[in-house]
């Protein structure tokens, strides 16, 4: 029963004013429920895979946002062909990623990140080992970063007169040392 519901004793729980709404439906994606306080989110912690604890007390002003199960993985940024895609258990980034068309010219292998439904970010981990992809996640593949053009006149011109100054430098020392 989706409203508008007062805080019964101190530090109400979650599952107790969700339990008072009469409980969650079927269709509801427990993993994505948004919990927004002061106009910040909370992320609520999982227990045991995608279970989620419900222990979280509730404070004035809480505003709580349960939405559908959706079985998909957006995939975006620098990637040939960006979109959603079904979300298939066992999936890896790269799967997804290679789903997407393969990372673009301008994207960056290094730099990719995964965002939860419950609002958790998770970047790559050591060497090329991923976060686990789960349904409603997010996979952003970023930019490579600008490079700087470098002028080759100028670069030579700097390395030019800090060579012609050093052996100066040692050509003056040789001279007093002798």
């Not at 339990?19 to 912690?45: M, N, P, T, W």
């Amino acid at each position: 029963f989706p409203g508008s519901y007062a805080l019964e004793k101190r530090n109400e729980t979650l599952g107790s004013v969700l339990e008072r709404a009469g409980g969650l439906k079927k269709e509801a994606f427990q993993e994505a429920i948004k919990i927004s306080r002061a106009g910040k989110r909370v992320i609520l912690d999982r227990i045991m895979g995608s279970k989620i604890d419900y222990s979280l007390p509730l404070f004035h002003g809480d505003s709580i946002f349960v939405p559908k199960y959706f079985n998909t993985v957006e995939v975006v940024g620098e990637v040939n062909n960006p979109g959603v895609i079904q979300y298939k258990k066992g999936y890896s980034v790269r799967d997804y990623i290679n789903n997407a068309g393969q990372i673009s010219k301008n994207g960056e292998t290094s730099s990719i990140s995964i965002y939860y439904a419950n609002g958790e970010s998770k970047g790559k981990r050591l060497f090329f080992f991923y976060p686990k992809v789960r349904p409603g996640s997010k996979i952003v593949v970023y930019q490579k970063p600008e490079e700087l053009p470098v002028n080759q006149t100028e670069y030579l011109t700097a390395v030019t007169s800090n060579v012609i100054q050093a052996l100066s430098l040692i050509i003056m020392v040789d001279r007093l040392n002798q």
